[in-house]
T-cell receptor, first 114, second 113 residues
Framework: DQQVKQNSPSLSVQEGRISILNCDYT??????FLWYKKYPAEGPTFLIS?????DKNEDGRFTVFLNKSAKHLSLHIVPSQPGDSAVYFC?????????????FGKGTLLTVNP | DTEVTQTPKHLVMGMTNKKSLKCEQH?????MYWYKQKAKKPPELMFV???????INESVPSRFSPECPNSSLLNLHLHALQPEDSALYLC????????????FGPGTRLTVT
């Protein structure tokens, strides 16, 4: 049972445009949601997180939106740059003792074309 | 220092060998993790150490043996592995109260022959 789903395996965007990566989840007990970026042969890099009590969190070019009623979150990258080309993983964690365990989606490969 | 470092970067071992993976962080994080990642799959949690004590073991086979000598170091001892254990092994750490924000090292690419 896949609790965190990224239904788009890949996304291609022109440089300067907006990239929108989507993620759906099924477990209503998740408390925090995160986005990680991964280049080949490197570990995932933490990008941005959002608590379940918020609906938006912004950090520079990256904004995460959370729609709890739809169990959906998205990552917006504006403007997109070629260096943003990577695999993006959505992840979720519970609260308290289950805070440690991150449940990851399968990832979306973003390609930003110059 | 905002890095998690892992050694070695690559490791090839036979099924009868004993080897160890090492991880180090100097961010003062009190929780450290081992994950396994197969190609085109997301990372899967193996072990969690909190304050140098093993707090989570995700039913990992005993041929993988974690060790936390101090708050900055985490080892993964490997013995009698199978070819299907070949994967990228990732170490991560997190600070107290924000364990959902985990910082990953570059990983060790392990090949079992």
């Amino acid at each position: 049972d896949q609790q965190v789903k990224q239904n788009s395996p890949s996304l291609s965007v022109q440089e300067g445009r907006i990239s929108i990566l989507n993620c759906d989840y099924t477990n209503s007990m998740f408390d925090y949601f995160l986005w990680y970026k991964k280049y080949p042969a490197e570990g995932p890099t933490f990008l941005i997180s959002i608590s379940s009590i918020k609906d938006k969190n912004e950090d520079g070019r990256f904004t995460v939106f959370l729609n709890k009623s739809a169990k959906h979150l998205s990552l917006h990258i504006v403007p997109s740059q070629p260096g943003d080309s990577a695999v993006y993983f959505c992840a979720a964690s519970g609260s308290g003792g289950s805070n440690y365990k991150l449940t990851f989606g399968k990832g979306t490969l973003l390609t930003v074309n110059p | 220092d905002t890095e998690v470092t892992q050694t070695p970067k690559h490791l090839v071992m036979g099924m009868t060998n004993k080897k160890s993976l090492k991880c180090e962080q100097h961010m003062g994080h009190r929780a450290m993790y081992w994950y396994k990642q197969k190609a085109k799959k997301p990372p899967e949690l193996m072990f969690v150490y909190s304050y140098e004590k093993l707090s989570i073991n995700e039913s990992v086979p005993s041929r993988f043996s974690p060790e936390c000598p101090n708050s900055s170091l985490l080892n993964l001892h490997l013995h009698a592995l199978q070819p299907e254990d070949s994967a990228l092994y990732l170490c991560a750490s997190s600070q107290q109260g924000r364990d959902y924000e985990q910082y990953f090292g570059p990983g060790t690419r392990l090949t079992v022959t």
